[in-house]
């Protein structure tokens, strides 16, 4: 007895979130496949979930149409005539079979516009198609608004770690597992969560066991091309378990691969799903960084002297007492000679020069009579030794010979 559709549909629902835009039976192969197999294919968001019928509950095989970068017709388009694409995807391509040129076309409406997040060109759809096309593509926007290519993938760390030859060291100790240099992304695209760290699972899973206290969670590479981890420890009444999970890199977003998958537009709404979902019982590791106690005092410089300098003292001036006779000295008048001053008093300085002259009529009537007198030195001899003049007589003498 089948199981009726609406049934199968209930039970298509439960497994995954996604809307369900389109469906119908087409055939696939991959390029190094001979022979198409038969599915029933139903488009969810950018899913593409292939059933071996339209009876099965359960998928048996999915398509990330996010990783999708061509569509491309292989065989030409004719009405009522098989239609074959190729869907070139990031690992592999794959080709789908239609029956007939028209369900090729809807199908290759439907995929790029939910992948591309636009309507094609030139679609050879009717009317009504045209608005269900619309419709399906503001649901998509709603969902999924368009993100930009997401940043390229960190680089993987190796599986294996060789010691240089002249060097061996044993492993490190999980009570002494320090936390690794945490990746440095691409300044041009976002940045990464702080809780990121380019470490294997196994690493990853020390770093949370040997430091609890640090936190919970870790966002690391993970093996595969496009894809990213998260490890977690996560207390239970029993002790604790540790859990790793798959983040995969779409044009759409970042799809975590759970049950029912969800996407995300950046690593850190990933973070932020599972803090939620936790109900933040766990959380990001973060590795404590140490903090100094002491301050060392460096050495001061040789030209520099550590010592305060003294004052200099200023000796007080020592003024001598000043002497009386030097302090009138001072007070009095300096005299000037006439020919420094400005102005000479005419009457005076005629009289100066009229004693001059007078002087020096005088001294020459004295060396007149000098010579008169060696004259009459031997006639008045005599007369000189027994007489002497008189003063009066002398006067006289001298103003008879001006006259």
């Known amino acids: 007895m089948s199981v009726p559709a609406r049934a199968v549909h209930k039970r298509r629902a439960t497994i995954t979130d996604l809307p369900l835009y389109y469906c119908g039976h087409l055939q696939k192969k991959l390029s190094k496949e001979k022979s198409f ?57 794959v080709q789908l079979n239609m029956d007939n040129s028209d369900t090729g076309e809807e199908w290759r409406g439907y995929i790029l516009t939910v992948v591309k997040k636009e309507i094609p060109n030139k679609l050879q759809l009717l009317p009504g198609q045209m608005l269900l096309l619309q419709d399906v593509l ?50 041009s695209g976002p940045e990464m969560p702080a809780c990121f760290f380019s470490v294997t699972r196994q690493e990853a899973e020390q770093m949370l066991e040997a430091n609890p206290k640090y936190g919970s969670i870790i966002l690391r590479p993970s093996t595969l091309t496009n894809t990213y981890a998260l490890t977690l420890r996560q207390q239970i009444t029993s002790g604790h378990v540790l859990k790793n999970f798959r983040v995969t890199s779409t044009n759409a977003g970042f799809v975590i691969e759970l049950d029912t998958a969800v996407t995300v537009s950046s690593l850190d709404d990933v973070l932020k799903y599972f803090l939620e979902k936790t109900e933040y019982r766990l959380l990001p590791y973060m590795a404590c960084q140490a903090y100094d106690t002491h301050i060392d005092m460096s050495p001061a410089p040789k030209c520099i002297s550590i010592t305060s300098p003294t004052l200099k003292t200023v000796p007080k001036a020592q003024v001598a007492p000043m002497l009386h006779s030097q302090a009138e000295e001072k007070l009095l008048p300096t005299t000037t000679n006439p020919e420094d001053s400005e102005y000479v008093d005419p009457d005076k300085h005629y009289h100066n020069l009229k004693l001059v002259q007078e002087d020096g009529e005088l001294r020459e009537v004295l060396k007149l009579r000098g010579n008169l007198y060696t004259d009459e030195e031997k006639a008045t001899t005599s007369e000189n030794q027994t007489t002497e003049k008189s003063p009066s007589g002398m006067v006289q003498w001298i103003t008879e010979s001006r006259a």
């Open 37 to 93: 197999k038969k599915y029933y294919a139903e488009l969810r968001g950018a899913t593409l979930f292939l059933y071996k019928d339209d009876t099965q509950a359960t998928y048996i095989e999915k398509l990330d149409l996010g990783q999708l970068k061509s569509m491309v017709l292989d065989s030409p388009y004719q009405r009522k005539t098989p239609t074959i694409f190729t869907l070139t995807l990031h690992q592999e391509e």
């Open 138 to 187: 503001d649901q998509e926007i709603r969902r999924c608004p368009f993100m930009p290519p997401p940043p390229p993938l960190p680089p993987r760390p190796s599986s294996t770690y060789t010691f240089p030859s002249t060097v061996t060291s044993p492993p490190p100790s999980t009570s002494t597992i320090s936390p690794p240099l945490k990746h440095q992304p691409d300044q």
